[in-house]
């Protein structure tokens, strides 16, 4: 029983191990793909800047543009396409869809940006 015991908590240590190493490559991948800056203020239209620089790659990132979502100019004002694109993304992760971009659309935006497959 003891031998058992022992043997599973080795192959669990080793699951683990596998999905921590594995784990920073997931990051990376978002770290390189925008790394306009690390803040995720609440953003809305009209808002300009590095923060919606960032917002509008995580967007090009996570959105597919052979299912219509053509990428958007990284450009850092947040205009009517780029509020056209937050409202679609919103929809596709089952948010409310308010165009407002808080916590709640950075985290989303966060795992699909660094995901190996589109939202939608």
């Known amino acids: 029983m003891r031998s058992r015991l022992t043997a599973m908590c080795l192959v669990a240590v080793a699951v ?3 999905g921590v190493a594995t784990a920073p490559s997931a990051s990376a991948q978002s770290v ?5 800056t690390n803040s995720e203020p609440n953003l809305s239209e009209g ?3 590095i923060a919606v620089k960032q917002l509008q790659c ?5 959105l597919n543009p052979a299912t ?4 958007l100019a990284v450009d850092g004002s947040f205009g009517p396409a780029t509020l056209a694109r937050v409202e679609e993304f ?7 869809v308010d165009g407002q971009v808080g916590p709640v659309t950075w985290a989303g935006l966060d795992y699909w940006s660094a995901s190996t497959g589109w939202l939608c």
């Open 16 to 18: 683990l191990a596998t």
């Open 58 to 62: 995580e967007l090009n990132y996570s």
């Open 47 to 49: 808002a300009t800047g």
């Open 32 to 36: 390189g793909n925008c790394t306009y």
């Open 68 to 71: 219509g979502h053509p990428d």
């Open 90 to 96: 919103q929809s596709c992760d089952d948010f409310s």
